[in-house]
């Protein structure tokens, strides 16, 4: 998946974008708001489906060495959390769906791209 179809589907905002946004493709998604689960995922470059608006989830993203992280659920986004991410180059997205939403749609587009 690429980040501009991530975008369209979850109907999410740019927050921030690492350098290698427009290149890079998602191959798996992680949805947890338990970054000690995300931890324990072997998952190459997840994309991360989050309500968890924190600095830890940015912090994890960059441990996990993610593509991304969504937040969903709307929830409010400290200045702090998108500027954490800008300093990790990695590419945040915020949108008002739900996780298990998010899921569905990511699942469907995934389908969609290998068939």
């Known amino acids: 998946m690429k980040f501009s179809d991530i975008v369209d589907t979850l109907s999410a905002r740019v927050i921030t974008k ?6 890079c493709g998602v191959e798996s998604v992680i949805v947890s708001d338990l970054m000690s689960d995300v931890l ?22 960059s441990m996990v060495d993610a ?8 929830k409010p986004l400290p200045d702090k959390v998108a500027k954490l991410a800008q300093e990790l180059d ?9 996780k298990f939403e998010c899921c569905v749609l990511l699942g469907k587009l ?3 791209e290998n068939s």
């Open 90 to 98: 990695i590419s945040l997205l915020h949108t008002h769906l739900e």
């Open 110 to 112: 995934m389908d969609k």
């Open 67 to 74: 593509s991304g992280v969504v937040i969903a659920q709307n």
């Open 40 to 61: 324990m995922m072997e998952k190459p470059a997840p994309l991360i489906v989050s309500s968890l608006s924190s600095d830890q989830t940015i912090r994890t993203a």
């Open 18 to 23: 690492s350098s290698a946004h427009d290149e």
